[in-house]
């Protein structure tokens, strides 16, 4: 009788160990069968305190603008290389030519900057003027040492610009104060402030895709026109140095 | 040439107004917006050499002006010319008080004339392609600049008829005085 009690006592199920065995190998059964994903939630968990900080970020954020230079320069050559198989204008040139700004009449009625850069420096009318940001006007002008720029805010700066969220060219009129205005010949354009505004690909003056500015204001429509204030992203006010730009235009 | 020019004061002054027109400096100015430089010679000029002087000169000042800045449409002359006949009928008073405060109105009045007369050409220069409505905001153009005008006249041009008198009877020319 005492032996037949022993053995029923000693059955494998009996035992804790044997379960505890047991549990292992389900739960290494379940997460094979899940590929790990338990694991890596219960690691998403314990190594959050120790995930990258800012400077990590900073690195990131770096070999992102890395990347988007390296893309740039391939868009660039791809762009050159479809221009000219199209016959269309070139929309970079590396002829630029770095000049300080010694007179400079951003108020009022005359709204102009002088360069210390003229005709001997082969600065010729017509050229383009970058400032940081954008696009500041057009070399008017050149005497032997300086060439004067007509700002896109003078009353007489005209130019073709084009609004690249609604794909749709327009005029960009200086009118004597900061903000020039820009004319869309249509009553339903769909144009929003913030939206931004560069150079058209149909201009006749100036090369395509040249950073203009944004959209500050829309104002109200009349006739078949809209029409909107537009803040410049090139400041002439504080701008001490400029870029000329010997862009050929295909007339 | 050093003596020409402590002769002339007038034509050296008159040398610098371009220049200082170019300058812009931006310290003196409100909103960006300058005084209007050219009015500060004209009126001491003209109140001593006539009217017909003053025309001439406002016509001088106007040319030079126009070719210095870029606007090939517009033209600063009517104004100066204007300015320069209204100026030359104008008499030198005796209070100096008063005279004083004549400088800075005749001058405001003198540059709201040559703003409206330059802002009347930029308005009927757009107006058919009726874009003209866009630029009836740049008034405040002229205003500040009438402000500033009016607000350093009775300074630099009581100083300038001043200097033009002194030369003018050290080389015994006599000027006109009510």
New interface residues.
């Given amino acids: 009788m005492l032996d037949i009690r022993r053995i029923s006592s000693s059955r494998w199920w009996h035992k804790k160990k044997n379960w505890i065995i047991f549990g292992i190998l389900l739960f290494l059964a379940f997460a094979r069968i899940s590929k790990g994903s338990i694991y890596k939630d219960f690691y998403y968990f314990v190594s959050r305190p120790f995930w990258p900080g800012q400077f990590q970020n900073e690195i990131i954020l770096e070999s992102i603008d890395q990347e988007y230079l390296i893309k740039l320069n391939l868009l660039k050559k791809d762009n050159i290389r479809l221009r000219e198989l199209l016959y269309l204008q070139e929309s970079t040139n590396n002829n630029a030519i770095t000049a300080a700004v010694i ?8 709204r ?1 900057i ?1 360069l210390n850069k003229g005709s001997k420096d082969g600065v010729q009318i017509g050229s383009i003027v970058m400032g940081p940001g954008g696009l500041l006007g057009r070399v ?2 050149t005497s032997l040492f300086t060439s ?1 720029v ?1 700002l896109l805010t ?3 700066s005209k130019i073709g610009v084009w609004v690249d969220r609604i794909e749709m060219s327009g005029l960009l ?1 200086g ?4 903000y020039p ?1 820009l ?1 869309l010949y249509s009553k339903d354009a769909d144009i929003k402030v913030g939206d931004f505004v560069s150079s058209s690909p149909a201009s006749t003056l100036l090369p395509p895709n040249l950073p203009i500015g944004i959209v500050k204001s829309i104002d109200k429509q ?2 078949a ?1 809209t ?1 909107a204030k537009i803040l410049l992203l090139a400041k002439p ?1 504080v701008i001490d140095w400029v870029q000329i730009l010997k862009v050929k235009i295909n007339e | 040439m050093n003596k020409f020019f402590t002769k002339n004061f007038s034509i050296t002054f008159f040398i610098f107004i371009p220049i200082i027109f170019l300058w812009h400096p931006s310290w003196l100015g409100l909103f960006g917006i300058q005084p209007y430089w050219p009015l500060f010679w004209l009126l001491p000029w003209s109140m001593i050499n006539g009217s017909i002087n003053g025309l001439i000169f406002g016509f001088f000042l106007g040319l030079i002006l126009d070719s210095v800045s870029l606007e090939s449409n517009f033209t600063q002359i009517p104004g100066l010319v204007l300015c320069g006949f209204w100026f030359g009928r104008i008499r030198i008073h005796v209070d100096i008080l008063v005279e004083h405060f004549r400088y800075g109105l005749v001058c405001s009045l003198g540059s709201f004339l040559c703003g409206s007369l330059y802002f009347l050409q930029i308005l009927s220069k757009n107006f058919s392609d009726s874009a003209f409505l866009l630029f009836i905001p740049s008034f405040q153009n002229i205003l500040a600049e009438v402000f500033l005008t009016g607000l350093f006249a009775p300074l630099i041009c009581s100083q300038l008829l001043r200097i033009f008198k002194l030369s003018r009877e050290k080389h015994g020319n006599k000027f006109r005085k009510e």
């Fill in positions: 007179s400079r009449k951003t108020g009022g009625w005359w102009q002088i008017n002008n004067s007509k003078s009353p007489e009129i009118s004597g104060d900061d205005n004319i009349f006739k026109e029409t006010q």
